[in-house]
């Protein structure tokens, strides 16, 4: 079982800059794929960015994509968001998610299928 702690949330103003960062605890953290989810109050929990367990493959949501670009150092058992040209909608609770069955696929951008979730870490982005 892995345990994730994320870190880099805060407030930043539209148009800058925040890197998350997710450590993650338990053996063999290179098994896991990894990923980020982000969830307005009230609203569900929303595919952000997935990298495959060697950091070979990317994914992102459309939102996204070109602005945010995750990584992850599997020496230093860390998963990495970093988001730039950041917009007011960007603001949310982000959360950092792990699984260990292989794969990427539409189904992954459902909450359900990951297995392991960190705490959250709040960003706010002001106009």
């Known amino acids: 079982q892995v345990q994730l702690v994320e870190s880099g949330g805060g407030l930043v103003q539209a148009g800058g800059s925040l890197r998350l960062s997710c450590a993650a605890s338990?053996?063999?953290?290179?098994?896991?794929?990894m990923a980020w989810f982000r969830q307005d109050p009230g609203k569900e929990r929303v595919f952000v960015a997935a990298?495959?367990?060697?950091?070979?493959?990317?994914f992102y949501g459309d939102s996204v994509k070109g602005r945010f670009t995750i990584s992850r150092d599997n020496a230093e058992n860390t998963v990495y968001l970093q988001m730039d040209s950041l917009k007011v909608e960007d603001t949310a609770d982000y959360y950092c998610?792990?699984?260990?069955?292989?794969?990427?696929?539409?189904?992954?951008?459902?909450?359900?299928?990951?297995?392991?979730w960190g705490q959250g870490t709040q960003v706010t982005v002001s106009s």
């Open positions: 998610v792990a699984k260990q069955t292989p794969g990427f696929s539409t189904a992954s951008y459902s909450p359900q299928r990951w297995d392991y």
């Open positions: 338990g053996p063999t953290f290179s098994t896991y794929y």
């Open positions: 990298i495959s367990r060697n950091g070979g493959m990317t």
